[in-house]
Every structure is written in structure tokens, then in C-alpha cells.
């Protein structure tokens, strides 16, 4: 099989904009996107940066917040937009690992946040295009907290993101990465 040198190029492209790492910090939610219900976790300033063409990789990238007073969870991520979802975070030497079937740590009164530079949802083989302007559905399963449905609007690559979506790298509190 050939890959052209713009496949290559569109791939590296999307993933230096969503290069690894999540942070976690203590912190309270500034405003509930979508939550499992009072008093667990809700999830804000869900976006997904539109593919380079011609790959078929899309980024999604969000907010957790854990209102409890127990750690819980993020197990998976699935998504109606592509084959497959898988949650990166960061590693230890700044590359990206995909998180395991044991999910991630959301603190708890904590976040998880994924940013460009900080983790992120790779959506994998899409179905179809991706395109600035539309929306894309998520569905992430908690251990404790069940499922949470976000709805996360597709932004153009190199356009800022949203107002209220996590902070980049160079604002995230600290990093956690031996429980993940």
C-alpha cells in the first residue's frame, strides 16, 4: 500500500495539534455542559478539530469535572463519527500512549482535561467528513458515574478553541501520570 507524502503530512499535521498529555487539578466546574447528574461529574468545552484531508483522524478534546468526594473513572469514549475512539494521554517522556482498559482518574473534586497539548480523543476511520460547523456526538462511560452524552461542535483546523473549552498546557495545574 502507498501513502502519499500529503496523507503523511495531514496525519502529523492533526496530531501536533493534539499532541499528548492530560492534566488534572483541583478545581470546581465553572459551568455544567453536560453532567451524570447532581452531585457527580459533568463535562465542559467539548470540541473536535475538523481532519486535514485527506486522513481520516479527527481530534475531540473536553473537560471533566468530579464533584464528588470519591475518584472515579473515565473507562471509554465512543463516538457515532468514526470505527473507533481511543483516549490518549500524555506519558512521562511527553509522548502519547493510549489509556487502558482500566480508563483514567478523575479525582475526586478534580478534573481531567484534555487540550491541544495536553490529550485528547482520537476518532479513528471516520464515517465520513468532518467539517467545521457541524457537531459530533461522544458518549463517555464512567466507573462510577455512568455514561455521559456530549455534544461537541467540530471547529476548523487552526481555529482557536472554543470559549470555555480546557486550558493548554502552559496553564494546567499538574500532571498525574502514573494512574492512568
Do not use: C, W
Amino acid at each position: 500500500m502507498k501513502i502519499s507524502a500529503l496523507a503523511v503530512a495531514g496525519a502529523v499535521l492533526v496530531a501536533g495539534l493534539g499532541v499528548a498529555g492530560f492534566a488534572v487539578g483541583q478545581t470546581s466546574p465553572s459551568r455544567a455542559d453536560t453532567s451524570s447528574g447532581p452531585g457527580q461529574v459533568s463535562v465542559v468545552g467539548a470540541y473536535v478539530r475538523a481532519p486535514v484531508p485527506p486522513t481520516k483522524l479527527a481530534a475531540g478534546y473536553f473537560t471533566v469535572y468530579n464533584t464528588t468526594s470519591a475518584p472515579d473513572r473515565l473507562v471509554s469514549v465512543q463516538t457515532g463519527a468514526g470505527a473507533s475512539a481511543v483516549l490518549h494521554v500524555g506519558t512521562v517522556g511527553g509522548g502519547m500512549a493510549p489509556v487502558g482498559a482500566n480508563g483514567v482518574v478523575v479525582p475526586a473534586h478534580g478534573r481531567l482535561v484534555l487540550s491541544t497539548g495536553n490529550g485528547h480523543v482520537m476518532i479513528g476511520q471516520l464515517f465520513g467528513p468532518v467539517k467545521a460547523g457541524q457537531t459530533v456526538d461522544m458518549t463517555l462511560q464512567f466507573e462510577k458515574a455512568g455514561t455521559v452524552n456530549v455534544v461537541a461542535p467540530v471547529i476548523a483546523v487552526g481555529a482557536p478553541a472554543p470559549a470555555g473549552a480546557g486550558p493548554s498546557a502552559s496553564s494546567s495545574m499538574s500532571m498525574n501520570m502514573g494512574d492512568h
